[in-house]
């Protein structure tokens, strides 16, 4: 039997360091345990202060005492190694054990055990939880804002639409992958457009669809004849131009009573709200500030001084100033320039405001992936022949772009937690609503547990986002 | 702009303001300009952007190192931290402080003292003032002491270039950093005397604390919610940059004989460094322009005072607004080729 040396534990004693450190760190996590959860006091015979850093002092000699380095023990190797290798590392990983300990019993009871759930009336709140009853009440709100009950189905049919077009390209054969970037970019937000403008909005829909229903047919039957070169930039721009000619050319005098009969109740955006806004306006916004960042990007490159010079103030701009003062200069300001009989909607500005200050960050972003490429592959693109745009968009951007994916994604993100500003110019999204319903008199005090909602909903949404651009990132890593 | 009666001119900002502030730092009330109202908004802006700043480095700092950590706990912790912060909206994070957090704090006459002196209460932060006598006498004592401390690098770097021996900087500036101010108190006729608040009764429910200083709910929360978001991305660029700093490099100075504390101070933080600061830099500037976010909860800073309460005033949106985009600009601009210079001094000289 060797001699215990309780300063320097060795594997020669292992059984006996092991056994009296690990009582020792079990004794201490049990009186922090039962002090929290049942309010127990062990060591209340002892004086106050003593008593106050007992659990943290026995802890601290267990852990030193079970410090044994290759014990042969697996365990006990994984726990030294990962929370116990030094004295300092081991009163810290005590105090984070201890604060965990103690903040879950005053958590759980205030989210779980002590909250309301049941009711519909401040009255049914009366325990010191949280009242879950208050976000129950007022979740329509929370979801579509002053949106009228009745209709609500309108936003849901949208979405729900729309997610199943968004996920089309996930079953999308090799025959129309191809095609699967031209639809992103071009069809499937025209689609979102019409959804959000003929079916949430209620806009006059007969009218347009039926142009738009004719302006197809001409096209298609049109698109059999033509080369299969020239389809891709054919079906680019002719059918949008016979649906323009049609409706403003040909019948627009005809039509134009038909136009009106209306398929739903208009509801203006005034009214629009909550979650529901919060996801139209980062859609809209995602869409726009990415090609109009591309476009700075490249023109922050350009050879040309003009062009240069423009995008480098345009970019130097949006990002020194704040987007509660654009968001005031589109409300405040901008109606002053336009023509007297000329309305745009408020809805309509904030989203391009929102875009124009992206879009500047979005730019930056971009540049650092162009000026990340090797000169070589400019220079290898030019020895092919290829043009300035042949050669960006087969060439360069395709490298820059799967380079910058964390930056872009961060600029997204930036971009969704951007959204609850627009309660600048009158619009509610979900911490607008919630403001609203905190005033309201009959649920006064419940502050806490709205904002609690939102944060839980907003971190689902940026957290996936940011997941996801974690496994776009993986996906379209290359050596290089 | 014509036809809808609105003219064009920066005369009004001479014109008598005639609402009041809150909270300013220099002295105002409704008799004075309009500009002395963008001046109190403009420092408002400052103060919590230059509070917020002090608050991220540390914190973001301290996690950041604490990601890097060894030990799983902590790695956790400051990960899931950083995770939870930055994914939620910072407006959402000051309605929170603001409305929830704060409001849960005790009234005056209830509030229990810290430490004896500061008063945490549901009407503001109250804290200890000191009351000078010949201030201006201890600022330049201090100034001096800056200044001194610049020649004693000066003097250090060329001794370890023409002997090769190293002169105790660090210890030599914080020496200098105490000795003059004290020598300010005993012999500049330097007096600092603490006045620490007190409760009275405004009226029969009505309590407050006078005397001390007053640090009003609006400025901690806004403070609180940008330093605890910004953290996080200062966090990250922290970590970014001591895990760019290649392990062949910290080996290399252990080999030439170099302790682990110089490793850090003369290898690894100098590299890690030119990582860290053009991100960082990014991060102040995004928390001087979030801080205008502080008009959702009524703190009065540029935004609120300027381009809120007098544009509501006087009706002059374009001249309100650009001036105050203008003042934004100002500032990233100034922050920013700061930044760049010190970018640049310790940027690799290349030859």
């Known amino acids: 039997m060797n001699k215990l040396n309780f300063l320097s534990p060795d594997k020669n004693n292992l059984y006996a360091y092991l056994y009296s450190g690990i009582s020792l760190l079990s004794l201490s996590i049990l009186i922090v345990f039962l002090n929290s959860f049942f309010s127990l006091d062990l060591t209340s015979f002892l004086p106050g202060t003593i008593s106050y850093f007992l659990p943290l002092i026995i802890g601290f000699i267990g852990l030193h005492l079970i410090r044994i380095e290759y014990s042969g023990i697996k365990f006990l190797d994984i726990i030294n190694k990962n929370i116990n290798t030094n004295n300092f590392n081991a009163l810290l990983s005590l105090l984070i054990i201890f604060a965990v300990i103690k903040s879950l019993p005053p958590l759980l009871s205030w989210f779980i055990i002590d909250a309301n759930f049941a009711g519909d009336s401040k009255d049914a709140c009366s325990g010191s939880g949280a009242c879950w009853a208050y976000i129950k009440t007022w979740f329509n709100r929370f979801m579509y804002g002053m949106y009228p009950n009745a209709e609500q189905w309108r ?71 033509i080369p299969s070169k020239f389809k891709m930039y054919y079906f680019l721009i002719i059918p949008i131009t016979i649906y323009i000619l049609l409706k403003y050319v040909f019948f627009y005098e005809e039509l134009i009573e038909l136009g009106k009969i209306q398929a739903f109740e208009w509801v203006e955006t005034g009214a629009w709200g909550g979650l529901s806004l919060t996801f139209i306006v980062s859609f809209f916004c995602l869409i726009f500030c990415f090609p109009v960042g591309l476009f700075l990007s490249l023109g922050r490159r350009s050879d040309l001084p003009i062009i240069k010079y423009i995008s480098i103030g345009f970019i130097e701009f949006w990002r020194g100033v704040p987007l509660i003062t654009v968001l005031f200069m589109s409300s405040v300001m901008f109606p002053m320039f336009l023509p007297e009989d000329m309305f745009i909607d408020k809805l309509v500005r904030v989203i391009i405001a929102i875009s124009l200050f992206e879009a500047a960050y979005v ?118 | 702009m014509e036809n809808r009666g609105i003219t064009f001119g920066y005369g009004f900002l001479t014109q008598e303001s005639s609402f009041d502030v809150q909270f300013s730092l220099i002295e105002y009330d409704g008799s004075h300009s309009y500009f002395r109202a963008y001046l109190v908004g403009l420092l408002n802006t400052i103060l919590v952007s230059v509070i917020g700043i002090i608050f991220a480095t540390i914190i973001g700092v301290v996690v950041g190192i604490a990601r890097l950590s060894s030990n799983y706990l902590i790695e956790r912790s400051a990960a899931i931290y950083v995770e939870f912060f930055r994914n939620i909206p910072l407006l959402l994070q000051i309605f929170f402080w603001y409305f929830a957090a704060l409001r849960a704090l005790p009234l005056p006459e209830k509030a229990e003292p810290m430490f004896g002196v500061f008063f945490l209460t549901i009407k503001g932060f109250f804290i200890p003032a000191f009351i000078w006598n010949n201030l201006d006498i201890f600022i330049y004592s201090v100034i001096a002491a800056i200044i001194a401390i610049f020649f004693v690098r000066a003097y250090a770097k060329k001794k370890q270039e023409n002997q090769g021996t190293q002169t105790p900087v660090l210890l030599i500036s914080i020496g200098l950093l105490i000795i003059l101010p004290l020598l300010s108190f005993l012999l500049g006729g330097v007096d600092a005397s603490i006045e620490i608040p007190v409760i009275e009764q405004l009226s029969k429910t009505s309590f407050t604390f006078k005397g001390g200083l007053k640090l009003p709910p609006e400025l901690i929360s806004l403070a609180l919610a940008l330093s605890l978001y910004t953290a996080t991305f200062i966090a990250e660029c922290v970590r970014a940059g001591v895990q760019g700093v290649s392990k062949g490099q910290k080996e290399a100075a252990a080999s030439i004989g170099l302790t682990p504390n110089q490793v850090l101070k003369l290898v690894v933080m100098p590299q890690a460094l030119r990582i860290i600061i053009p991100p960082t830099t990014n991060q102040y500037l995004n928390l001087t322009k979030n801080s205008s976010l502080a008009a959702a909860i009524a703190y009065p800073d540029l935004v609120l005072v300027f381009a809120g309460t007098a544009l509501m005033q006087t009706g002059r949106a374009i001249e309100i607004v650009s001036i105050t985009m203008l003042t934004y600009l100002t500032l990233s601009i100034t922050i920013s080729i700061f930044m760049n210079w010190y970018n640049k001094k310790i940027a690799i000289k290349e030859k």
């Open chain 1, 155 to 225: 936003i849901n049919l949208s979405f729900i639409a729309l997610a199943f077009l968004g996920g089309v390209g996930i079953f999308a054969t090799d025959k129309f992958k191809k095609y699967l970037t031209l639809y992103y970019v071009v069809v499937y937000p025209v689609i979102a457009f019409l959804f959000i403008f003929f079916f949430i909005s209620g806009g006059p829909i007969f009218f347009d669809f039926s142009y738009g229903i004719i302006a197809a047919v001409i096209s298609i039957v049109i698109g059999f004849f």
């Open chain 1, 363 to 480: 730019a930056e972003v971009i540049r650092g992936g162009l000026q990340a490429l090797p000169r070589g592959q400019y220079d290898a693109a030019k020895s092919l022949g290829m043009g300035y745009w042949k050669m960006h968009i087969f060439v360069i951007l395709p490298q820059a772009l799967k380079l910058v994916i964390p930056g872009i994604a961060n600029t997204f993100l930036a971009l969704v937690k951007d959204t609850p500003l627009i309660f600048v110019v009158g619009l509610l999204e979900i911490v607008g609503m919630l403001n609203l319903a905190k005033t309201n008199p009959e649920w006064l005090g419940f502050a806490m547990e709205g904002y609690v909602f939102a944060s839980i909903v907003f971190f689902i949404i940026c957290y996936a986002m940011s997941k996801y651009s974690y496994n776009l990132e993986q996906k379209y890593k290359t050596e290089r």
